[in-house]
């Protein structure tokens, strides 16, 4: 069984899935809404399949409504995504730096064998 | 094709894969030292198969010594990945702080309808 972590994280691992979320970060659309803007390279089960893969990865969740069901964005597995990133976020940064530093030496170092 | 976001979000969606980026987080370790921690459950064609999902998805680089050759983390891929939920991060915690007023609120009116 997949752990909470790696099935937001495999939701996410897909751009139309990315777009879905993109798009109800603005607000709740239904599913005919929501599907619009790719009905035009995939089927509408397609893109109901990834809504169940964002659904089952508690991104998303549908209204009670009957007639009008609208699909909102979960925040909480996102966030523990950030949280699990931010945790590693300062050694990658550190990395960053020594590389950013790394390069700036070399280059000037480049820069002053070429006007030598 | 896999854009390189989708393939960062897959790579990071097996804790195996989560648990080796952690231990690189802290520096650079050899695919033995990487090994160790997992070889009681899984075997080290296992753990290899892990690392080239990372190697290929950019989170990690070989270093090029012959002798000993040191995974190390890249940082970039992470931080695409993490700019990426920023994005639309602010909605999220917009929405995470409706909810948290709205649950506030919900708690408040039970425990008045509690005491009257």
């Not at 007639?67 to 990658?92: F, K, S």
């Amino acid at each position: 069984m997949q752990d909470d972590l790696s099935r937001t994280f495999s939701a996410l691992a897909d751009p139309t899935r990315r777009a879905i979320l993109a798009r109800l970060a603005e607000g709740e659309a239904n599913v005919s809404e929501l599907a619009a803007p790719f009905l035009a390279s995939m089927s509408l089960p397609a893109v109901t399949k990834h809504l169940k893969v964002l659904e089952h990865a508690g991104l998303i969740s549908k209204g009670r409504q009957a007639q009008w069901r609208p699909c909102r964005l979960n925040g909480e597995p996102l966030r523990d995504a950030v949280d699990w990133m931010a945790q590693y976020r300062e050694a990658w940064e550190a990395q960053l730096d020594r590389l950013g530093a790394y390069l700036k030496t070399k280059t000037q170092g480049d820069r002053r064998g070429n006007n030598d």
